[in-house]
Antibody, heavy 125, light 108 residues
Framework: QVQLQESGPGLVKPSETLSLTCTVS????????WSWIRQPPGKGLEWIGY???????NYNPSLKSRVTISLDTSKNQFSLKLSSVTAADTAVYYC???????????????????WGQGTMVTVSS | EIVMTQSPATLSVSPGERATLSCRAS??????LAWYQQKPGQAPRLLIY???TRATSIPARFSGSGSGTEFTLTISSLQSEDFAVYYC??????????FGQGTKVEIK
């Protein structure tokens, strides 16, 4: 059974870079697309971006200038970096697996069937 | 960017009753629509994808319908564990994939 676990600092100072890692267990990271999604306290969900085994990533245009998602297949991990953070970036950050495997054609990608438990990141000095 | 609008914001329902949640897209998303359930302190859980296909292990009391711009999630007989926030999400047009603002289903 595939499980995801986010890790990283819970507190980041304004203007610095938020860095999080998602560890995939119970399955290969090379088989699916992997996303980061965030949720500010008391608010809705915002998709940040995705990556897959080739290292190719795509981002939400609203965050694209500040976001980098990368992949380490040897560790079965993928990571998020968000630069120049402000209080508006305070949120629970989730990693999630796409329902569609790489190469599959039965559906378009973009729905998420497995999620990590989430990690709260606060931006504050 | 496609805007997803959910209604109502809050739905008060008695256990055993039917709940009907709506989701509207600002332009057609075909059937590329998912529904998630989120309980306090937990990650979202996929309920429905492809507008009407139940995800693995989701009870039959959850059903989804619609296509294009209008979608519905129906919970046929609310159980105590169904009181939560529900989100719709389109994955037809990207970037970005977008979520609705959520409907809270509370005990009446």
């Amino acid at each position: 059974q595939v499980q995801l676990q986010e890790s990283g600092p819970g507190l980041v100072k304004p203007s610095e870079t938020l860095s999080l890692t998602c560890t995939v267990s119970g399955g290969s990271i090379s088989s699916y697309y992997w996303s980061w999604i965030r949720q500010p306290p008391g608010k809705g969900l915002e998709w940040i971006g995705y990556i897959y085994y080739s290292g190719s990533a795509n981002y939400n245009p609203s965050l694209k200038s500040r976001v980098t998602i990368s992949l380490d297949t040897s560790k079965n991990q993928f990571s998020l970096k968000l630069s120049s953070v402000t209080a508006a970036d305070t949120a629970v950050y989730y990693c999630a697996r796409d329902i569609v495997a790489v190469g599959a054609t039965w559906s378009v990608r973009g729905a998420f069937d497995i999620w990590g438990q989430g990690t709260m990141v606060t931006v504050s000095s | 960017e496609i805007v997803m609008t959910q209604s109502p914001a809050t739905l008060s329902v008695s256990p055993g009753e039917r709940a009907t949640l709506s989701c509207r897209a600002s332009q057609s998303v075909n059937s590329n629509l998912a529904w998630y359930q989120q309980k306090p302190g937990q990650a979202p859980r996929l309920l429905i994808y492809g507008a009407s296909t139940r995800a693995t292990s989701i009870p039959a009391r959850f059903s989804g319908s619609g296509s294009g711009t209008e979608f519905t999630l129906t919970i046929s007989s609310l159980q105590s564990e169904d009181f939560a926030v529900y989100y719709c999400q389109q994955y037809n047009n990207w970037p970005p994939w977008t979520f609705g603002q959520g409907t809270k289903v509370e005990i009446k």
